[in-house]
């Protein structure tokens, strides 16, 4: 437990020439903390590509994901550029909890997924209140963030979301799953495609989504509703 990583270039991690459905998706990643560790702090860092130039690396070179958290707890993530893993940017699961998201580039992630299922920010898995803020998510072929079956009690504020949910099956900018996650001050732009829609935020309802607040944001060029509330998950 409190561990420090900071000022370093990494990428290549995860197993696979290509990582496209990489049988080491749930176990590697250029950064992965383990079940139980507590008080990490992951800053100004570079992930996912080399420190001279902020590029897609030849495939042999490429992350399968950037930071996973694997039941971690109160961990911090912040002033890091996050860019062009296959897979995750950054993915809280296994019940990591407690976690501070801030200030980070978190963009061109999960070029390697064949069917763009993962994301550039994922809080999922019973893992829950996090504090996300301040952070640029932008051009993460599914969604820019997603909660799917998250504990809740997320909060987002001041973070920008653009041109995320591109590749046409998870096509929202972001998705809210379980209860009571608050959601202000953030803008949200030009989710999805013509083809396959997009909102701005989706709200997954089958799945405890209560006591959501959501205020104060900026939509606009998104390809389906600003803020929709749908009857499944999603």
Sequence with gaps: SNVTIRRISIHGFGGDV???????????????IG????????????????????????????????????GADNGIIRRN???YAGQMGIWLTNTSNGWTITLNDVSNNVWGDNVATHDGIAVQ????GATITG?????NQAQGF???????????????????GTDGAETSGVRLWGPNNTFIHNIVQNSGTAAAGGAGVLVAANSGSTGNLITQNSFSGNYWNSIDLVSNLG
Excluded: C, H, K, R
């Design 135 to 139: 952070n640029y998510v932008a051009n």
């Design 35 to 70: 079940n139980n560790f507590t008080g990490t702090l992951i800053e100004d860092n570079v992930i996912g590509s080399g420190p001279s130039l902020i590029a897609q690396p030849p495939n042999n070179q490429a992350s399968v994901s950037g930071i996973t958290s694997n």
């Design 18 to 32: 290509f990582p496209t459905g990489s049988a080491y998706f749930t176990t590697d990643a250029d950064i992965w």
């Design 125 to 128: 898995n019973g893992s829950g």
């Design 81 to 83: 550029v996050i860019d």
């Design 146 to 164: 997603d909660g799917y079956n998250s504990a809740g009690s997320n909060w987002f504020e001041n973070n920008t979301f653009v041109g995320n």
